[in-house]
């Protein structure tokens, strides 16, 4: 009896480590998901609302500035009359709606300039009434030399006003000094990303 129970324990021990093993083998092996999630680079960043603007010694602002310097009695008068004077083309700026708030925009004037002094009014109502969030506008006034503290370093203003439309961080055209045809419809043309020169475009 002992002679058939010894052979009988063996087999049962290696059936037993070959149902284990293909227990073992039948184990699903699950590797850990890693979820890849794309990091969003945004295409629209707001600008630092650092204020420096201080009036120079002939009294003309430089620096960063925004629309609340020209409530300053030196600037007042001028800016006001000319914002409150000029009727924009409603049924353009409408359409420059469409389009201005995917954008950012950066701005170079003078206080010293006739024709800063004529477009930025107009251009600030154009903001107003197409309801552009601000903190994506920037604007800098410079000196008659048109720098100031190299913002406008690899820029190349050669004339103000000066303003730079920017999509996705790359400029898709400006406005300088006067409109070819009106504001509004310069504007149009370069927020819509149709051809456009600016009055300069052959002289840079």
């Not at 107003?128 to 370093?153: G, M, P, S």
Request: proline content about 4%; overall charge positive; hydrophobic content about 35%.
């Amino acid at each position: 009896m002992t002679k058939y129970v010894i052979p009988l324990l063996t087999l049962l021990f290696f059936v037993g480590c070959s149902s284990n093993k293909k227990a073992v083998d039948k184990k699903l092996v699950i590797t850990p998901k890693i979820e890849k999630t794309a990091v969003e680079i945004p295409s629209r960043i707001p600008f630092e609302t650092i204020v420096t603007s201080k009036k120079d010694a002939d009294g003309y602002l430089v620096g960063i500035s925004n629309r609340f310097d020209f409530q300053d009695s030196a600037y007042k008068e001028w800016f006001d009359s000319r914002y409150q004077e000029y009727t924009t083309d409603q049924q353009v700026v409408s359409e420059i709606s469409k389009h201005i708030h995917k954008l950012t925009i950066k701005a170079f004037m003078g206080t010293w300039c006739g024709d800063s002094r004529r477009e930025m009014p107009r251009f600030y109502k154009i903001l107003d009434e197409t309801k552009f969030d601000q903190n994506y506008f920037q604007l800098i006034c410079v000196d008659r030399t048109k720098k100031h503290e190299n913002l406008e370093k690899d820029l190349n203003i050669f004339r103000v006003p000066t303003i730079i439309f920017y999509k996705n961080g790359k400029e898709i055209g400006r406005y300088v000094e006067y409109p070819r045809e009106t504001i509004e419809k310069d504007i149009l043309k370069i927020v819509s990303e149709q051809p456009y020169k600016h009055s300069y475009v052959d002289y840079k």
